[in-house]
């Protein structure tokens, strides 16, 4: 029954994995396996929060569940609480030092902490140990990268680029934890970043806030390109698309105008 569940999520029925780890816990509550096919399946469908109370049960039960441990890292980093994620690395890599989910996430968090020679070197060691999972991301210098920047602003449709005004494009590694504190939804993955009231919600009588920007987040801008020519493109459509939330220009409204 585990196994054909295993299968079930494999093929992307993660609600029907999800159901018979459910059924399997539910006949035995020290089932590790069912508890993490649990987590898994939650995880998949990015239920984070009702993942991690199966994946902390696993560990309960069996404290040397790599997999668990490896899956309640990446919960604890995607929901930003990273002192938690760098302890649960620490605990992975002792046991498993060939563990290249654990290199990539130790790489995100030394680049968080501006510590760029490590993170480099916890990335190539994710990369040696599964090449088609972590490709090395392409890399331009701070210069080059504003200079694409520069170019993509003076791309945008008249209709795009005319309201800017006074309206700042910073360009920052990643996102800082200061500001994800300010999100709703935080993502430490994020591309870009629109931080203002929007245009259309201003008025005469606003009273003066922090200057409207736009944040491009070169490090992660980065990770999801295979080159340079893909780099500049994603510069482009994710500067146009902040733009467009300053303009009040929602994802759907974007696609309907026709830029995705």
Same mark, same amino acid.
């Given at each position: 029954?585990?196994?054909?569940?295993?299968? *079930?999520?494999?093929?992307?029925?993660?609600?029907?994995?999800?159901?018979?780890?459910?059924?399997?816990?539910?006949?035995?509550?020290?089932?590790?396996?069912?508890?993490?096919?649990?987590?898994?399946?939650?995880?998949?469908?990015?239920?984070?929060?009702?993942?991690?109370? %199966? &994946?902390?049960?696993?560990?309960?039960?069996?404290?040397?569940?790599?997999?668990?441990?490896?899956?309640?890292?990446?919960?604890? %980093?995607?929901?930003?609480? =990273?002192?938690?994620?760098?302890?649960? /690395?620490?605990? &992975?890599?002792?046991?498993?030092?060939?563990?290249?989910?654990?290199?990539?996430?130790?790489? &995100?968090?030394?680049? *968080?902490?501006?510590?760029?020679?490590?993170? +480099?070197?916890?990335?190539?060691?994710?990369?040696?140990?599964?090449?088609?999972?972590?490709? &090395?991301?392409?890399?331009?210098?701070?210069? +080059? =990268?504003?200079?694409?920047?520069?170019?993509?602003?003076?791309?945008?449709?008249?209709?795009?680029?005319?309201?800017?005004?006074?309206?700042?494009?910073?360009?920052?590694?990643?996102?800082?934890?200061?500001?994800? *504190?300010?999100?709703?939804?935080?993502?430490?993955?994020?591309?870009? /970043?629109?931080?203002?009231?929007? /245009?259309?919600?201003?008025?005469?009588?606003?009273?003066?806030?922090?200057?409207?920007?736009?944040?491009?987040?070169?490090?992660?801008?980065?990770?999801?390109?295979?080159?340079?020519?893909?780099?500049?493109?994603?510069? *482009?459509?994710?500067?146009?698309?902040?733009?467009?939330?300053?303009?009040?220009?929602?994802?759907?409204?974007?696609?309907?105008?026709? %830029?995705?």
């Amino acid at each position: 029954m585990l196994r054909e569940a295993w299968r *079930r999520l494999d093929e992307g029925d993660a609600e029907g994995a999800l159901i018979e780890a459910r059924s399997l816990i539910g006949g035995d509550d020290a089932l590790a396996d069912a508890h993490y096919l649990a987590g898994s399946a939650l995880m998949e469908m990015d239920r984070l929060g009702e993942a991690e109370p %199966y &994946l902390r049960r696993v560990l309960d039960l069996s404290d040397g569940h790599a997999g668990a441990r490896e899956a309640l890292a990446q919960l604890l %980093y995607e929901t930003c609480r =990273f002192r938690e994620t760098r302890s649960e /690395l620490e605990l &992975l890599l002792e046991a498993e030092p060939d563990n290249p989910q654990a290199h990539h996430l130790a790489s &995100l968090l030394a680049e *968080r902490r501006g510590e760029y020679a490590l993170a +480099e070197e916890e990335e190539r060691m994710a990369h040696r140990f599964a090449p088609e999972l972590y490709p &090395l991301p392409p890399r331009f210098t701070r210069e +080059e =990268f504003e200079h694409y920047v520069e170019e993509a602003i003076e791309s945008l449709p008249g209709e795009f680029r005319d309201p800017m005004g006074n309206l700042a494009v910073v360009v920052e590694d990643v996102p800082s934890t200061a500001l994800l *504190r300010t999100l709703e939804d935080p993502s430490p993955g994020l591309l870009g /970043l629109f931080v203002g009231t929007a /245009l259309p919600e201003k008025s005469l009588g606003d009273v003066p806030q922090a200057p409207d920007a736009v944040y491009l987040f070169k490090r992660n801008l980065e990770r999801i390109c295979e080159d340079h020519a893909e780099l500049v493109e994603e510069i *482009r459509i994710t500067l146009l698309h902040e733009v467009g939330h300053f303009l009040g220009l929602d994802e759907q409204q974007l696609s309907d105008r026709g %830029y995705e």
